[in-house]
């Protein structure tokens, strides 16, 4: 058995909703779980890495852990990593985030023994969040540092050290079955998250701490959580769904609309999506809410992960049905039947004049290049009262693992002429589009994380930073 590492956990809690600071009922949740590692073997001493960012409230919380805590002033992981490895003269250590509250045993030993014998990386990939965790030597560690300026988390390291040949790096695989990662991410919403509160609270209460790191007790508390015996009949229909990201965005368009179905309608009608993408999930699951609809893709469409999904749709209906958040309101469901598929843009659809009683995008917008036009379009197919739903991203899209607005540092009309695959736009300029046309528009939820560029280009004085800084936000809009 290899010798334990010790474990460095990279983490920025900058607000109450942090994963680290994870509570059910006023216990956090993390502090028990980094103890038992090292209590049962499988890491060294437990390190905890912060920004200088983080409040002093919120580092008090850390301190009080009676865990390690180490300030760095620097707001960006690729840096810290290596100078507290340096500073504590480690020649290995472990690296986690403050997801890591499901990590395997065999996963920590296998990622611990690869780097004592030879391996510069070694990592679990195509994992949940909360599995996620590495294992790395001084000379990958320093590497890093020629990673972008802006703050790169740590789940993108072995991307960006792909990049470095004299590096070995070794991914351990098999760790979840397709089947499996699908039932854990219909959690996330597609995004690196943890299991709510309650759930993970459940798990470490009513399981042995000895049995908290063993695969299987996981996988048996995974099946209580959805109510079903296994995984194995999904395997087949999602493998057959390349490449693994499938996986993730499959289950990211069901938790999507579990997400979001307070703030749909009620009367049913006729919906329109925009961007039904790879994976035309969120399609099929409106075909139970509504008697039908038209969904278009000018872009993205994949005869594979069209009728592939179609197939795990079917396998879903009729054999998991307990796993789709839609309760049908329609006396059939059948989206090949219900559903106009087009690969055109909605501009092209010659849809009639208010023939339209909801209009859903998800991460859409943000590509859209003539917002205008095409809003004016929504406006006049839209049925008086009806209404429209848009997730947008307003990442880089150039790097998404980085939550970085280094793009902030050039105008709208400077953008424009790099052709970019966004456009630029932040939330309120949605807002005063939509509300110019006619729109009663509501925010109705919005991730904000201030990370100014070096240069702020001068157009964008006057904006607000929950505006500029807004990384994703969920907007409705409904026709006066």
């Not at 209590?39 to 912060?50: H, K, Y």
């Not at 620097?74 to 480690?90: I, N």
């Not at 929950?466 to 990384?471: A, G, M, Q, T, V």
Request: proline residues 8%; hydrophobic residues 45%; aromatic residues 8%.
């Amino acid at each position: 058995m290899p010798a334990p590492l010790p474990c460095i956990l990279l983490a920025r809690p900058t607000a109450g909703d942090d994963p680290a600071l994870l509570q059910h009922q006023g216990r956090p949740l993390l502090p028990p779980v980094l103890r038992e590692l090292t209590a049962q073997g499988l890491a060294g001493p437990v390190i905890l890495s912060v920004s200088g960012a983080v409040p002093q409230d919120i580092r008090q919380q850390l301190l009080d852990w009676g865990l390690d805590v180490r300030v760095h002033a620097s707001d960006r992981p690729q840096e810290r990593l290596p100078a507290l490895m340096a500073e504590l003269d480690l020649p290995a250590a472990l690296v986690t985030t403050p997801y890591a509250y499901l990590l395997q045993a065999g996963a920590l030993r296998d990622a611990a023994r690869a780097v004592q014998d030879g391996a510069d990386l070694a990592f679990t990939p195509d994992v949940t969040a909360a599995r996620f965790l590495m294992a790395c030597n001084r000379k990958a560690a320093e590497a890093l540092a020629g990673l972008p300026s802006h703050p790169v988390p740590p789940f993108a390291f072995p991307e960006k050290l792909a990049r470095f040949p004299q590096l070995r790096l070794q991914p351990l695989e098999g760790l979840e079955e397709p089947g499996e990662q699908f039932l854990w991410e219909l959690f996330y919403a597609g995004e690196r998250s943890v299991l709510p509160a309650a759930h993970l609270a459940a798990f470490l209460d009513g399981t042995p701490p000895q049995d908290w790191f063993r695969a299987g007790a996981q996988q048996d508390f995974l099946k209580r959580l959805h109510g079903v015996d296994g995984w194995s009949a999904l395997n087949a229909p999602l493998q057959r769904l390349a490449p693994k990201q499938q996986v993730k965005r499959l289950a990211m368009h069901v938790h999507y609309l579990e997400r979001i179905q307070e703030h749909l309608p009620r009367t049913g009608g006729r919906f329109l999506e925009i961007g039904y993408g790879r994976t035309p999930v969120t399609s099929c699951l409106l075909a139970g809410l509504f008697e039908s609809g038209v969904a278009v893709e000018p872009y993205n469409h994949s005869d594979l992960g069209f009728s592939g999904t179609l197939d795990l749709f079917d396998l879903l209906l009729r054999d998991f049905p307990a796993l789709l958040p839609v309760k049908p309101r329609v006396p059939r469901w059948d989206p090949r039947q219900q559903v106009e598929f087009r690969r055109c843009k909605v501009e092209e659809l010659g849809l009639a004049d208010e023939s339209i009683d909801f209009c859903l995008s998800r991460v859409v917008l943000e590509h859209i290049k003539n917002v205008e036009e095409l809003s004016v379009e929504l406006r006049r197919v839209l049925r008086p009262g009806g209404v429209m739903l848009h997730e947008i991203d307003f990442k880089d899209h150039d790097d998404l693992a980085s939550l970085s607005f280094g793009f902030l540092r050039h105008s709208k009309e400077e953008w424009a002429a790099l052709d970019k695959i966004t456009n630029l736009w932040r939330v309120n300029d949605f807002v005063n589009l939509w509300q110019g046309l006619g729109f009663a528009v509501d925010v109705l939820s919005r991730k904000v994380r201030k990370a100014p560029p070096q240069r702020l280009h001068p157009s964008w004085n006057g904006y607000a930073d929950e505006d500029l800084y807004c990384y994703t936000a969920l907007i409705r809009a409904r026709k006066q």
